[in-house]
């Protein structure tokens, strides 16, 4: 089997439009949640924060020919790939070849287009006022196919939706292509963009935080014992992965190299976690990467901010180390991003091996006793991680876990 | 059947400029007649489906898609609403009339 490194990568997310306002915040424990002033027509709903994507335009950034079919989730998706496309100096040929596919989620299309089709069909039944291109925007594979419109792209398409590991499963979906030698480069990633549906759909389940309301910078508070629910998130994060060789012949910067990809399911329960499935992800990834829990120096956590998931989360990766492993969740700065998280953290873990830090879990101020002993961070520390293990869980007990190594060119 | 009254000239015209700066952000100075619709307005096969979707508030009727596709520019668009009034008020029945190649649109997989 091939391997496969990362040769580019690029970001959006409340704390940041790129990887270096990224790496800045997360330095700097700056978070992304703010109050959600949108929101207020909507009736009952109790959480009223959301880690927001802020300061940036991309209607005015895109011209209008390459906004033509995409939604605001879908803006997300093509404004990061075109950071890592750039870092990563891929060429219109290389691009175009066939031998570069993309893996790309969300974990639906476009909500604000699905509103405004819906609607007036819904509840008016009626087609006027309806436009031809609003399905290519909330279609749930919108980000996958309109970056491979976008770019050209001529391999293979794969737009892994399962919520909360879109994400981190495009990433191993295109880490597989390439291992297997079906495809040479791939832009894989997972894109999210906040709508009010969404944090309804959380409330329902009594899985938000609502205590925080008034003072947002306190919330989501993973691992925390006043935590109370996670605060939706929005935003994109793109790797370009590409076979060693491959990247070694064009000559191009080599960043990190991805070592494992462990996936798999709990078969218990569409919502409630599993200690054992997550801890099981994480056995696959250790094990397909012949690494020994003593090799990783920081697990890069999924940390929702809920209750059950904390606790389940936290224990299962205590369980597994046997030892105060630094860990934190970068969900404490920009909320619970979904579909876009798994690519996001990912992200993030790259710039903390770049930058030489470990980012704190912020809002940690008491541990939930009842948590699993890790070495949570708690301040932003310096450290040279040379191996890191990401984990991401969503429902229907999927579980993720990528161990990334860093490499020196 | 009620007849739809014949505009005129300058007021198709001016729908079809409203419709493509409102729809569209083009530049409404930029739209001349001979403008082409794809090229010059860098319009794509969907916009257009917008585009004719827009003016069957004019027209009263579905277009022939393939008739559609024949249409290049701006003044053969505002033809191509007359022939369409045209068509209504003869009692014409919508959608495609002869044999479809592919049947209806052409860019729908």
Redesign the interface.
């Known amino acids: 089997m091939r391997r496969v490194v990362i040769t580019g990568y690029g970001v959006l997310s409340p704390i940041g439009h790129d990887a270096d306002q990224c790496a800045a915040s997360l330095r700097a424990m700056r978070g992304g949640i703010h109050p959600m002033p949108e929101w207020d027509h909507i009736a009952d709903l109790q959480t009223r924060i959301g880690g927001k994507v802020t300061g940036i335009d991309l209607v005015a950034h895109f011209p ?2 390459r906004r ?2 995409q939604g605001t989730v879908g803006l997300y998706a093509m404004y990061a790939t075109d950071q890592a496309i750039a870092q990563a100096g891929l060429t219109e040929a290389t691009l175009q070849s066939g031998r570069t596919g993309v893996a790309y989620g969300s974990t639906t299309g476009s909500s604000h287009e699905l509103e405004a089709f819906c609607g007036p069909l819904f509840v008016n039944k009626t087609m006027r006022g ?4 609003s399905y ?1 925007k909330f279609m749930t594979h919108t980000c996958a196919a309109n970056l491979a419109a976008t770019y050209g792209i001529r391999g293979r398409v794969l737009p892994v939706i399962s919520a909360c590991t879109s994400g981190s499963q495009s990433i191993g979906a295109a880490f597989e292509a390439i291992q297997f030698g079906k495809q040479d480069v791939m832009l894989a990633g997972g894109a999210e963009e906040m709508h009010y549906a969404t944090a309804v759909t959380f409330d329902l389940l009594m899985a938000t935080s609502i205590r925080y309301n008034a003072e947002p910078s306190r919330s989501p508070r993973p691992f925390d014992a006043r935590r109370d629910g996670l605060v939706i998130g929005e935003g994109a994060g793109t790797v370009v992965l590409e076979a060693y060789e491959h990247a070694k012949a064009r000559g191009a910067t080599i960043l990190g190299e991805i070592v494992s990809y462990g996936t798999n399911c709990d078969g218990l329960h569409i919502t409630a976690p599993s200690e054992a499935g997550m801890r099981g992800a994480m056995e696959l990834a250790l094990e397909a990467g012949k690494v020994r829990p003593s090799d990783v120096d920081y697990v890069n956590m999924h940390g929702t901010g809920t209750e059950i998931g904390d606790i389940c989360e936290s224990n299962a990766t205590a369980s597994l180390f046997q030892r105060p492993v630094p860990a934190s969740t970068q969900k404490s700065y920009t909320g619970h991003t979904l579909g876009a998280c798994g690519a996001m953290e990912l992200v993030f873990s790259m710039v903390m091996m770049r930058d030489g830090f470990l980012a704190a879990n912020r809002n940690l101020d008491e541990i939930d006793p009842r948590c699993g002993k890790l070495g949570y961070v708690r301040e932003t520390t310096p450290a040279k991680p040379r191996l890191v293990m990401t984990n991401n869980f969503a429902f229907g007990g999927v579980n993720t876990s990528i161990l990334l190594r860093k490499i020196e060119d | 059947m009620a007849q739809i009254p014949i505009p005129p000239r300058e007021e198709v015209l001016r729908r079809i400029v409203e419709i493509l700066s409102d729809s569209f952000e083009i530049d409404a100075s930029k739209i001349k007649p001979e403008s082409t619709l794809y090229e010059e307005l860098d319009l794509d096969s969907i916009d257009a489906i917008d585009i004719f979707t827009q003016l069957r508030e004019v027209t009263g009727r579905r277009p022939d898609p393939a008739e559609a596709r024949n249409v290049r520019t701006v003044s053969e668009l505002v033809d191509f609403v007359f022939a369409e009034i045209a068509k209504t008020n003869a009692g014409v029945p919508e959608g495609p009339m002869g044999p479809p190649p592919g049947g209806g649109s052409n860019i729908v997989s």
């Open positions: 209008r020919r033509r079919t309806l436009d031809s291109s290519l």
